[in-house]
């Protein structure tokens, strides 16, 4: 949720002293996604987005919960994918950018996979 909620994503770069984000991006008019030109403030924001979710993961990796969390990803992500591309719909939508449910699956498929590959390390390093 960090994506739409800045309290939260300033709590988590907070925990893993990054900067907060500073995001003030609207179209003007309504435009359609297309990741191949979209204004970099929004990838970047995208971009910070994915930080959060791995950060958020990793501040108390040793917990249960995170765990569970981890499992859902790599097994059963279904619920979880559909969870990320409507908060990325909304998201979008909030700054006049639209984007096809289909489309924000595939971003979503794409940032599991990020998270996945980012905390294969910490697997690793935790056994």
């Known amino acids: 949720m960090s994506i739409i909620n800045t309290q939260a994503s300033d709590k988590i770069r907070e925990l893993t002293n990054k900067e907060k984000i500073n995001f003030e991006y609207k179209s003007l008019e309504q435009i359609d996604f297309n990741d191949s030109n979209l204004p970099k403030q929004v990838k970047n924001r995208i971009n910070y987005w994915i930080e959060d979710i791995i950060d958020s993961l990793i501040i108390e990796y040793s917990h249960l919960q995170t765990k569970r969390i981890i499992d859902l990803l790599k097994n059963?992500?279904?619920?979880?994918?559909?969870?990320?591309?409507?908060?990325?719909?909304?998201?979008?939508?909030?700054?006049?950018?639209?984007?096809?449910?289909?489309?924000?699956?595939?971003?979503?498929?794409?940032?599991?996979?990020?998270?996945?590959?980012?905390?294969?390390?910490?697997?690793?390093?935790?056994?």
């Open 76 to 127: 059963d992500d279904k619920i979880i994918k559909q969870y990320i591309a409507l908060v990325f719909i909304f998201f979008l939508k909030e700054i006049n950018i639209n984007i096809s449910k289909n489309e924000a699956i595939n971003i979503s498929d794409f940032i599991i996979q990020e998270v996945i590959n980012s905390l294969k390390n910490i697997e690793v390093n935790e056994v």
